[in-house]
């Protein structure tokens, strides 16, 4: 590809002049009078960014946390929590608003499998997801379920990570004197704050 989604890294392989090859090429363009548009994925990061691997971005954005009821060892499989899992779904696709990711600490780790009772438990665990590291956890910290559509997580809208990708946007439109944006995925918004947030947290990325 050009670039991956999220970093807005370009492929060195393809462009090893960065984004002055494009700086380039819309002078180019704009002598013979065409106009040229930036096309990206809005806020969506791709999983093999390096916001996601080998260490997971703290801001990645999420639905919901749990508490880790007993410590979890590099060999566990499955997690065992304080709060129901008993509303989380392990339906995934293209444009299923929902994931199969926890973040604990730096490590992701996937499930296929919840109790609908207690004691509350993820199960069928892909440990060490993404190339993330496989570790130990402790009982009583933090895992993060990861918000996730179109096959991609999302920052925190209320974080750094958010802001970075909005600023990163901007200096290579600005950099390239790229015409306009094409925020192709902000149709996606809802998966940053609930349906009742969409307007909100988009025309934030865009502002």
Same mark, same amino acid.
């Given at each position: 590809?050009?670039?991956?989604?999220? *970093?807005?890294?370009?492929?060195?392989?393809?462009?090893?002049?960065?984004?002055?090859?494009?700086?380039?090429?819309?002078?180019?363009?704009?002598?013979?009078?065409?106009?040229?548009?930036?096309?990206?994925?809005?806020?969506?990061?791709?999983?093999?960014?390096?916001? !996601?691997?080998? !260490?997971?971005?703290?801001?990645?954005?999420?639905?919901? *946390?749990?508490?880790?009821?007993?410590?979890?060892?590099?060999?566990?499989?499955?997690?065992?929590?304080?709060? +129901?899992?008993?509303?989380?779904?392990?339906?995934?696709?293209?444009?299923?608003?929902? +994931?199969?990711?926890?973040?604990?600490? #730096?490590?992701?780790?996937?499930?296929?499998?919840?109790?609908?009772?207690?004691?509350?438990?993820?199960?069928?665990?892909?440990?060490?997801?993404?190339?993330?590291?496989?570790?130990?956890?402790?009982?009583?910290?933090?895992?993060?379920?990861?918000?996730?559509?179109?096959?991609?997580?999302?920052? #925190?809208?209320?974080?750094?990570?958010?802001?970075?990708?909005?600023?990163?946007?901007?200096?290579? !439109?600005?950099?390239?004197?790229? #015409?306009?944006?094409?925020? #192709?995925?902000?149709?996606?918004?809802? !998966?940053?704050?609930?349906?009742?947030?969409?307007?909100?947290?988009?025309?934030?990325?865009?502002?």
């Amino acid at each position: 590809g050009f670039f991956d989604f999220g *970093t807005l890294e370009l492929n060195k392989e393809k462009w090893p002049d960065g984004w002055d090859s494009f700086k380039r090429i819309n002078a180019k363009l704009h002598r013979h009078g065409i106009s040229h548009i930036f096309h990206t994925y809005a806020f969506f990061i791709d999983k093999t960014t390096n916001y !996601v691997t080998p !260490v997971p971005h703290k801001d990645l954005g999420y639905v919901e *946390t749990f508490t880790l009821a007993e410590p979890l060892t590099a060999s566990s499989t499955e997690i065992t929590v304080n709060e +129901s899992t008993a509303h989380v779904s392990t339906i995934t696709g293209f444009h299923t608003e929902n +994931s199969v990711t926890l973040r604990l600490g #730096d490590e992701l780790i996937e499930f296929n499998e919840v109790t609908k009772t207690a004691p509350f438990k993820f199960k069928g665990l892909k440990r060490g997801a993404n190339k993330t590291v496989v570790a130990s956890h402790a009982a009583g910290i933090t895992a993060y379920h990861l918000s996730e559509r179109f096959a991609r997580f999302v920052p #925190d809208p209320n974080s750094e990570l958010f802001q970075m990708i909005a600023r990163k946007h901007a200096e290579i !439109v600005n950099h390239c004197d790229f #015409d306009g944006i094409y925020l #192709d995925a902000i149709d996606g918004a809802a !998966v940053l704050g609930g349906e009742e947030n969409f307007w909100y947290y988009g025309t934030k990325f865009i502002f």
